[in-house]
């Protein structure tokens, strides 16, 4: 599950420009489609935001996080959507996909007429074979070692999630008339549906990369499937246009290159002021059935909680979506006109270690877990909101999913840190005085918070505490500047993927190096298992792993607070990484005035 949502990373789907980590249903639309007139001339609605857009591409690594996930949701359409129900509802507007066949598993996607590009592009099969291309990580031949470094072979595109299930595809069938395309697994996998293809407009990509669109296509439909046993020579179109891909959609402000910022959605990006705001406004091309009742959408970038209750009360935002916490909901229900919606989140903050560097050994891993506070972290932070709270005890659970998570408490290990243990710690270390490089975000009050409580318990075990928190902390996930990591997954509430993108080491979230093969197998596994129940054993067994192998703890499943003015309509609370934008077609918005 994802949760960078405060910086929260959000958890990635195998499938371009989608969802983001675990198992759906296909079912509709409960408040039916979206407003069918035009928008409402010069109505603006404003939406304040913890963190700052990073990347117009949020299924990198780097991209992957939850702001980046929102605008791209804003801007861009594609097969399905999931609802605050965590149904996956299809989104006629844009096409059909639809199983065709259990044995093989065979999907065919069919493009709606006249879907273009806010270029004016069409947008056909040539975009869905490029998404294909990055998800399933078919052309690769790597083979990485211990650190995650590739040492013999090519990894041409580098995503968040995993190329578990997609790559047990071959190349797709598409349709003389590039309007349909039809996918067929060698096996079965239960997250098809997650599957919607659609990434980056490939004929962006093909331009950054020095090549046409056939030249691209070509490549894709005709280059063999890679093999790590037996390495090929790089095909150059495809390396090309995956190297633009993999980094060439970060950005720190608005591009002069508007291609870099294209559209297919209801909005299109219209300015960015670096550290204030991002305006959206209506994209003339769309024509698909999320059309909004007001012109422009702009997200105000307030990283400090109490600060978006004071923009909300002085209007300067309609919609606000902060970190909750007790001073922050306080503050609210003294507010009048303010309507407060709040839940448990998909989401949980957690402690990773290193498997590097002095953390390689296990007993030191080990030693760090044992003086962790999460106890004294969940009063401090978690109980003012909900005095309900409770330490977390799984690293695939959270406590509102009931039964799996008192299942698996019992036989994963957790209890052997259920109090402090520093003199545990220090028996472990024998002597040692170990380095621990602590990275965090220094702008989220409840990381500094669970760093200090760490920071005074790791000293008292002999541990020498380095502060390295900062506020580009989400950019530096999965390098060597720190041992120990103090974030967030938040998971869109539906699939399987979450296992596999953290946790093997194949996984594009597994920023703490961990290499457990019985691990690989499982995450392997589940993803071609159709009865729930195995999923759920198979899910039990990789937490029992990463509990024996000294991963790290989880802290908390957060709380979710959403807050808007009595101005705007239709916003409901929304427990995936999207929040409340999630709906934004159903909102309605008094009056004309821009803010």
């Known amino acids: 599950m994802s949760a960078k949502t405060w910086r929260v990373r959000a958890l990635a789907v195998a499938a371009g420009v989608g969802v983001t980590a675990v198992a759906l249903a296909a079912c509709t639309s409960p408040g039916g489609g979206g407003n069918t007139t035009q928008p409402v001339v010069d109505t603006q609605v404003s939406l304040a935001e913890t963190n700052e857009l990073s990347s117009f591409n949020p299924n990198t690594p780097q991209g992957n996080l939850d702001i980046n996930s929102k605008v791209n949701y804003a801007t861009h359409d594609t097969f399905a959507y999931i609802n605050d129900k965590m149904e996956v509802v299809p989104n006629e507007g844009f096409g059909k996909m639809e199983k065709v066949s259990d044995d093989p598993l065979t999907v065919k996607y069919t493009l709606n007429d006249g879907l273009k590009w806010s270029d004016g592009e069409a947008i056909t099969t040539d975009d869905l074979l490029l998404g294909w291309a990055i998800a399933s990580g078919y052309f690769d031949d790597a083979t990485f070692n211990d650190d995650g470094e590739v040492t013999a072979g090519t990894q041409y595109f580098t995503i968040a999630g995993s190329t578990v299930g997609v790559n047990d ?92 910022y294209l559209s297919n959605g209801p909005f299109i990006v219209k300015s960015w002021e670096p550290t204030q705001s991002m305006t959206l406004e209506a994209n003339p091309e769309y024509t698909g059935d999320h059309n909004p009742a007001f012109s422009t959408l702009v997200f105000r970038f307030v990283g400090d909680s109490q600060a978006q209750v004071t923009a909300l009360q002085n209007g300067e935002v309609d919609i606000i979506n902060p970190q909750a916490g007790g001073d922050t909901l306080t503050l609210l229900e003294g507010l009048s006109g303010i309507q407060i919606l709040s839940g448990p989140q998909l989401a949980y903050d957690h402690v990773d270690i290193s498997f590097k560097g002095e953390f390689a050994d296990p007993t030191v891993r080990e030693a760090f877990m044992k003086v962790i506070p999460r106890q004294q972290i969940v009063d401090t932070v978690i109980k003012p909101v ?210």
């Not at 407009?201 to 093909?206: D, R």
């Not at 946790?503 to 197998?521: L, T």
């Open 386 to 595: 909900n005095p309900d709270a409770e330490v977390l005890n799984s690293q695939i659970y959270v406590t509102s999913q009931t039964a799996p998570y008192a299942e698996t408490i019992k036989t994963n290990g957790s209890d052997a840190y259920a109090d402090v243990d520093v003199e545990g710690a220090k028996t472990l270390l024998a002597g040692k005085t170990p380095t621990v490089r602590i990275l965090y975000n220094i702008n989220n009050p409840n990381r500094v918070a669970a760093f200090e409580a760490i920071q005074a318990t790791a000293q008292e075990a002999g541990f020498v505490v380095e502060d390295i928190g900062r506020e580009d902390w989400g950019a530096q996930l999965g390098s060597d500047i720190y041992d120990v990591s103090i974030f967030g997954w938040i998971s869109p509430g539906v699939g399987n993927a979450s296992i596999p993108q953290i946790f093997a080491s194949f996984g594009g979230g597994n920023y703490n190096g961990v290499n457990v093969p019985e691990i690989d197998q499982l995450a392997n596994d589940i993803q071609v298992m159709t009865d729930p129940a195995d999923v759920e054993t198979a899910s039990m067994q990789v937490d029992k792993l990463l509990f024996e192998n000294f991963y790290g703890l989880p802290l908390f499943q957060s709380p979710g607070l959403e807050a808007h003015t009595d101005r705007v309509k239709g916003v409901t609370f929304m427990a995936n990484q999207t929040g409340p934008v999630w709906n934004f077609w159903e909102w309605t918005a008094e009056g004309t005035e821009s803010k």
């Open 169 to 260: 595809t071959d190349v797709p069938e598409v349709s003389d008339d590039k309007k349909s395309l039809t996918l067929v697994y060698e096996t079965p996998f239960v997250d098809w549906n997650l599957v919607w293809l659609l990434d980056q407009p490939i004929h962006v990509v093909a331009d950054k990369a020095g090549v046409t669109v056939d030249e691209l296509v070509k490549a894709i439909t005709t280059t063999p499937k890679g093999d790590a046993d037996a390495p090929a020579e790089p095909n150059a179109t495809i390396k090309a246009a995956a190297d633009f891909w993999n980094t060439g959609f970060d950005v720190t402000s608005l591009p002069d290159d508007p291609s870099l």
